[in-house]
């Protein structure tokens, strides 16, 4: 099972294996194949036929840009216990990463690249709940096309592949542990036995192979190397290739539909956008320091209409004024691993005797706490009634980026008015409490 304990450091150094200098080979991309025993260094691996380059999760590098992406199901996912009712739980090990390679995987699709699954044997449930199909791209790319899979109740060793580019691998590679559900024209059975289909391609550029867990990093390229091959070569076997003048003639309704084509590209690329400044907002949940600092700033601006000076000299330090430039309220802006202690909210009234302030001036405290958690869930954890009580005593107001992000949503939904969050910043003390559709601030 392909469950990652703990992240890697990000960036590699680039390492070449067989030679250096470019090459015009065709480039295939194994993207974090397990086992990773390069300590998250990025490798070219150089064949006759082929260049496979090997990067780990998160790496700098874009599906689109190779001709093909081979990598495991459940690379993106790690196994563990869920905080609060101590069962095993499936999480995303790297979002923000995950988000981006699903959008790259739709692109090379239609640009024409093959991706490769090896699929080792991944659980359905997890516990007494299903596992969210949302945590790994396999996962993804299996409920977008509504693909159902059942785990097998022991695996099967020996199989034999229906299409005979593939049987080199399934002859060396290919346990089985799962069996499929086809849905559509497009899917086609690869191996299968006993009225089951172990291995299945999608439109003939997506390929779904049975595995077992690699031993070795080593095996892991071996088993992507030669799955890329056998798709590569039953793709070569099977195309009909046109000369290119057969596109000077082209049909009306044709014509049309690559019209209809070209707009709806234009307006994914525009959706795209827009998304993308969501997921930067979301940074809110996961920075600290400057860069928080910089999302917050912004998230009060854009849905508010709260423009924060910031101090240069203490970077986390920030005022709002009024159009005199007389100090409405200051604010204190951080990211911790764990939760709001005394010392924060004391932090506050430190800033306010610097800037030659009483008690009486509104303090407001912004902290990204559990910046360590692994889940949403482990994240959602309210401040310690002490330290609630000690804010309202203070003239502190506590706020999570969680629940800034929350009123955020509120506000963009119509359900929060700005001059309402406004007004609750700048009189209320305690916690700024955000769940459902309300907002209100707790005292204790």
Known sequence: MFARKRMKH???????IGGQGKSSL???????LPCDELDGKSRVHQYDDLELHDVPLMAQTSFPDFEGVILFGGAFEEHGQDSFIGEPVATCAAPSDLDLRDREFYTAVQKGKTVVFLVPNLPTTLGYHSVDPRVDLFRRVMNTHGIHWDVLRSPIAHVRSDIPEFQEFIERFGTVHHCYSLRGDLTKQLCGGRGMVFAFTIADRVFVLPCAYP???????????????????????????FPEWVAEYRFGKEGQLIAKGEELRGQLLTLESEIDVYKQYKGALCFRSDPLVRVVTEVLHDFFGIELEIDEKYIEDATLKDDNGN?????????????????????????????GLGS???????MNTRMSAKSLADKDNPPHPDIIKKAVADNVLLVRTLDLLRCADLCQAGKLPKEQFRATILTQAGWLKCHGETAEVAKQ
Request: no cysteine; hydrophobic share 40%; aromatic share 6%.
């Open 327 to 355: 100090i409405l309220a200051v604010f204190e802006i951080k990211g911790v691993n764990g939760d709001f202690k005394r010392e924060d909210v004391n932090q506050v009234d430190s800033h306010r005797e610097r800037a």
């Open 10 to 16: 990000l960036v590699s150094s680039e390492g070449v």
């Open 360 to 366: 009486q001036t509104p303090g407001i405290l912004i």
């Open 26 to 32: 065709p480039k295939y991309l194994g993207y974090a």
């Open 215 to 241: 031993q070795t990093h080593q095996q892991a390229v071996e088993m992507a190397v030669t799955a890329v091959r056998a798709a590569r070569d039953y793709r070569e076997r099977i195309k009909e290739t």
